[in-house]
């Protein structure tokens, strides 16, 4: 959700249970989450349709976003063909991109403002390894150049290591951008480039190099102007919690609440204002979500009206108070749509609601 009325999502055209046809494709709403309208783009069609294809959505607002889309290759070509598609009106019209023919899946895509983007290609995760081309764009994404990929043999490197599972990808400026991994080692698990995109290197924490012990999770960062938020899970010890003032240069360790458990996911809405929700092993939510009105200094506890219990559960904020919450139904035929929830007061209280599709 871009904001309480207005936001995207990838729905299944078919259950992908029970039909063969299904594909993965752009809805909107404008209401709340409670309507839902298909936005495909009529050029994105054919992709989208395509047995295994990758799709990547990406929105800035309630009226800009992009969808990424690589088709498989049908006739075991090494090289797939991918294109990225832009709506500036809350997808009525879309723009094309320039096919990129190219290994890699799009797995992450990311804009910092209308016109700067970023996608990061992969070729697969194998014996921890996940080798990655990062392309960028200038021009709102209708035209991708290569910025960096991780290193073959014979040819320079631009510090994106094959090692680790690329999480996350954040741009907090048309030069500053970071890429986030699931790593056994902590130098490796967060990566910083002020070029752009071009050159990565480790980014210093102020966290012990033995943290990783049995694996680290870094979840974002986050920017709000140049107010940076990064959470390192390393369960069953408690996780890490970073702030920073200057995108990103320096950082320093603030303590998370007691009941905020070994997986927390933490949004901000501005640099003081965010939200907590609780979580523990297999993500078992918390009786207690917390809000913050100082930067993550202090928090408050907040008891929550309903207890989600449901493995897999989301939540997806869009300030301290408002927020949305839901969780995967079953894909078996004659199955009830799984209800969503929206509360107005931080979880005290949550009102349910089935979302619905809007007839063509």
Not at 190 to 207: E, F, H, I, K, T
Request: with cysteine.
């Amino acid at each position: 959700m871009t904001s309480a009325g207005t936001g995207w999502a990838l729905r299944w055209t078919q259950s992908p249970a029970g039909a063969n046809d299904g594909y993965l494709a752009p809805a909107r709403t404008a209401d709340g989450a409670r309507t839902w309208t298909s936005v495909i783009p009529p050029a994105a069609r054919a992709l989208l349709a395509t047995p295994g294809a990758a799709v990547v959505l990406q929105a800035l607002d309630g009226e800009r976003a992009w969808l990424a889309v690589t088709a498989a290759a049908t006739d075991g070509s090494p090289m797939h063909l991918t294109e990225v598609f832009g709506t500036v009106n809350g997808g009525r019209t879309w723009t094309t991109s320039a096919p990129l023919q190219v290994s890699g899946y799009a797995v992450l895509l990311r804009f910092a403002g209308p016109e700067h983007g970023w996608l990061l290609m992969a070729d697969g995760v194998a014996m921890g390894q996940e080798p990655v081309q990062l392309y960028r764009s200038g021009d709102a994404g209708l035209r991708w150049s290569l910025a960096a990929q991780t290193p073959k043999t014979g040819t320079e490197s631009s510090g994106l290591p094959a090692g680790c599972d690329k999480a996350a990808l954040a741009f907090a400026a048309a030069s500053v951008g970071y890429v986030s991994n699931a790593c056994n080692l902590l130098s490796d698990a967060l990566l910083v480039s002020r070029d752009g995109g071009l050159d990565w290197a480790p980014q210093p924490l102020p966290v012990p190099a033995t943290s990783c012990g049995d694996g680290c999770q870094v979840s974002g960062p986050q920017f709000a102007g140049q107010t940076g938020f990064l959470v390192i899970d390393r369960a069953p010890e408690a996780p890490y919690f970073l702030v920073s003032e200057d995108l990103g240069v320096t950082w320093r360790s603030e303590p998370l609440p007691s009941g905020a458990g070994e997986d927390p996911r933490i949004q901000f809405f501005s640099p003081l204002s965010g939200m907590l929700v609780s979580a523990g092993p297999q993500g078992v939510i918390g009786h207690l979500f917390y809000t913050t009105a100082d930067g993550g200094q202090t928090w408050t506890a907040v008891p929550q009206g309903r207890f989600f219990t449901q493995p897999g559960t989301s939540f997806d904020f869009v300030s301290a108070r408002t927020g949305f919450a839901w969780a995967a139904g079953t894909d078996a035929q004659g199955s009830s749509p799984p209800a969503m929830y929206l509360t107005t007061d931080s979880g005290r209280t949550w009102v349910a609601f089935t979302p619905h599709l809007a007839a063509a």
